[in-house]
Nanobody, 122 residues
Framework: QVQLVESGGGLVQAGGSLRLSCAAS????????MGWFRQAVGKEREFVAA????????NYRDSVKGRFTISRDNAKITVYLQMNSLKPEDTAIYYC???????????????WGQGTQVTVSS
């Protein structure tokens, strides 16, 4: 089973940036696409971004397009989420996930990290 550990969350002012990392370990990782989801207090977990194994295909939710960038380093077995121009509405626990393809649904993924808190103040 793939194990995922997120890091890089924190508190930033609106307009600031954070870079989240998700380190993977365990059995064969190469077939896995990776995704980032987030969950704010009292809300459902929602899709943020996803990337396929090669890194050639990416998907983003509309509200983060142009601000967030997902990337991966397969040599390090790590996926990143660069978040720029952060807004208070980006505040949430961010989770990385591994799945068969870079889908936008929670059910598309079968391995999840523990989450890292991102808080954006205004």
């Amino acid at each position: 089973q793939v194990q995922l550990v997120e890091s890089g969350g924190g508190l930033v002012q609106a307009g600031g940036s954070l870079r989240l990392s998700c380190a993977a370990s365990g059995r064969t990782f190469s077939p896995y696409a990776m995704g980032w989801f987030r969950q704010a207090v009292g809300k459902e977990r929602e899709f943020v971004a996803a990337i396929n194994w090669s890194g050639g295909i990416t998907n983003y939710r509309d509200s983060v397009k142009g601000r967030f960038t997902i990337s991966r380093d397969n040599a390090k077995i790590t996926v990143y989420l660069q978040m720029n121009s952060l807004k208070p509405e980006d505040t949430a626990i961010y989770y990385c996930a591994a799945g068969r393809y870079a889908g936008s649904r929670v059910g598309d993924y079968n391995s999840w990290g523990q989450g890292t808190q991102v808080t954006v103040s205004s």
